[in-house]
């Protein structure tokens, strides 16, 4: 619904509001008045969708050679540790969790000789089986004060049998009771009320161990009991924390808070990818990016910004703007972030309209490949540069607002993270950035084309990512952020077009570009009034959505007010660290 028919259409508008809100408590009285059983005997009936293993479309290539990638195994000095993705399944219940599907726990199989389950592994009913947990294997040769032991006893965390769900059998929940010195970091779960043996598990010593927090949820459904996924607390290139792939069981008397990751003590990067390996990478999962067919704002790549009249501003010098070098020779190195210098479009209106649209056969992308989760996966962090970001739109419940000129800003850089596994070189999930923050898929959940390439989305105007096509609000409540998506011709592949700009933990470190270490922004202030723009759009919306229409701007971040251009890729928090969700 336009603006333009405002105040006229007010009337009308409320009125299919209240029908709408009408409408979907009817519905959802209908939907509630099934009775349970049918409900249970239906998930008993029907296949879920962790009956099935997920495999990527294609099989892994083999990889170049060289170093310890994709080997099978990591040493983390003294404790050595191999991924473990085939699994006998041990208890079930087929509702709560995500969904209300339930979740599925399962002991890994076939464990290498000499390696030793660390603990089990759960997973919500509702996607494919696709995940591994850690096995250990000591490599200290001392049998008095190895890196692994057996726990001298467990205690019973929680039991099924009193649960009012829909389960195939009981399920036990065991917490290892570790020797002195040492730590539990998993869960072990029977079908039975007796111990599992001591001989089934091993605990870890304390200082091969790093703090967690807890990560996805996994199951839990008023039962006093909620399953998570962990991870290291700390993550980025220097952080060594190694997450197992097993579960922390929390329950309202919960008998341990938190169990501890792995840790890569001697920070040991032999499981990274070499040159020839991460090109080897790009070809096989490099993304295909299709942008809106109504998009106007296409990418480029940052020497064809420069060539075609981007200018470099100085504060207090505003009336000499400078040309740029192709390869932004003369840009400040400095390293800060003052304010004092900022880049903008041509000042030729002509120039300016047509570098606005970018230029997609000359786009590309540039990728930042690192070392994550204490090198046990690589991220190849993929960027895309856009000249312009267009206005936002919103969506407020039923009714769609163009934001005037809130969004709009020059220098638009936007990301793809793919985590590969070190182990065998798997894609595991990939990070679609979306404004402030953004969203990790793993690979189950993904489109494919083109064999194991994932097929990304990037929206209409702000350019944010998203692994699916359609509308994707950005908000909670029926208000946000819309992001458009479609699969337009326009489209990247960007494994055809790309470059290495940075791999610091290479022996020959790749060259950066000189552009990389510009660390101011990459467009000016914006001259608009964000409430002078709120209002604008505010006194044609109904009465009822006015003041939430105000708060809803308030709350957005500076990503999406787009007041100021933004700094380049090596200027924000994940560089260094972790994507944030």
Not at 245 to 267: D, E, I, R, Y
Not at 370 to 375: D, E, N, Q, R, V
Request: proline share 7%; glycine share 10%; charged share 15%.
């Amino acid at each position: 619904m336009a603006i333009g028919f405002f105040p006229t259409m007010i009337l009308l508008s409320q009125l299919l509001y209240f029908l709408s809100v009408t409408i979907f408590f009817a519905l959802g009285t209908c939907q509630n008045s099934s009775s349970p059983l049918t409900s249970f005997s239906e998930k008993n009936t029907n296949p879920l969708p962790i009956e099935t293993i997920f495999k990527l479309p294609s099989p892994l290539p083999t990889w170049p050679s060289g170093g310890g990638f994709a080997s099978g195994k990591i040493e983390l000095g003294g404790l050595e540790v191999c991924q473990i993705s085939s699994f006998t399944k041990i208890w079930a219940t087929r509702e709560g969790g995500p969904n209300n599907l339930g979740a599925t726990f399962f002991d890994p199989s076939q464990i290498p000789e000499g390696f030793f389950m660390l603990g089990s592994y759960a997973q919500p009913n509702d996607r494919a089986l696709f995940g591994g947990v850690l096995a250990g294997k000591d490599t200290t040769g001392d049998p008095s004060n190895g890196t692994l032991k057996q726990p001298t006893d467990y205690t019973l965390v929680w039991s099924s049998e009193s649960a009012n769900i829909a389960q195939d059998g009981n399920g036990y929940i065991w917490l290892p009771t570790p020797p002195d010195g040492y730590k539990a970091v998993g869960h072990v779960v029977t079908n039975s009320p007796d111990k599992p043996s001591l001989d089934k598990v091993r605990c870890v010593r304390s200082d091969f161990t790093d703090p967690s927090e807890n990560d996805a949820w996994i199951w839990g459904k008023d039962n006093g009991i909620n399953v998570y996924g962990f991870r290291p607390s700390t993550r980025g290139v220097q952080a060594l924390g190694v997450p197992i792939g097993t579960f922390l069981a929390l329950t309202s008397g919960a008998v341990t808070a938190s169990l501890p990751c792995l840790k890569n003590v001697k920070a040991n990067l032999s499981s990274m990818p070499n040159p020839s390996q991460v090109q080897a990478l790009i070809q096989s999962y490099s993304p295909w990016i299709y942008l809106h067919p109504d998009e106007e704002y296409l990418p480029s790549s940052v020497s064809w910004f420069f060539r075609n009249g981007a200018l470099l501003y100085k504060k207090g010098d505003e009336s000499n703007p400078v040309s740029i070098d192709p390869l932004g020779s003369n840009l400040p190195q400095d390293g800060s972030n003052d304010g004092a210098y900022w880049l903008d479009l041509p000042s030729d209106q002509a120039a300016k309209q047509q570098v606005k649209k970018g230029n997609l056969t000359d786009a590309g992308v540039y990728l930042h490949v690192k070392p994550m989760l204490g090198a046990t996966v690589t991220d190849v962090a993929i960027w895309v540069f856009y000249p312009f970001n267009g206005a936002a739109k919103a969506k407020l419940e039923i009714v769609n607002v163009s934001l005037g000129k809130i969004g709009e800003h020059i220098g638009d850089w936007e990301h793809l993270t793919l985590r590969v596994s070190n182990f065998n070189g798997e894609l595991t999930s990939v990070y679609f950035s979306q404004h402030s923050a953004g969203v990790w898929l793993s690979a189950s959940e993904l489109e494919f084309q083109g064999g194991n390439k994932p097929v990304t989305y990037s929206a209409l105007h702000s350019h944010a990512f998203s692994p699916i096509a359609g509308l994707v609000l950005d908000g909670s409540g029926g208000i946000g952020i819309r992001m458009d998506t479609a699969k337009g011709e326009a489209v990247m592949d960007t494994g055809a077009r790309f470059l290495e700009v940075a791999a610091e933990y290479f022996d020959s470190a790749v060259v950066e570009p000189p552009w990389l270490n510009y660390t101011r922004e990459w467009g000016p202030k914006i001259d608009y009034n964000v409430v002078d723009e709120t209002n604008k759009v505010a006194k044609v919306l109904p009465w009822f959505l006015r003041q939430k229409f105000r708060q809803f701007v308030s709350s957005l971040p500076n990503e999406v007010l787009g007041e100021e251009g933004p700094t380049g890729p090596k200027m924000k928090d994940s560089w260094s660290g972790d994507e944030r969700t």
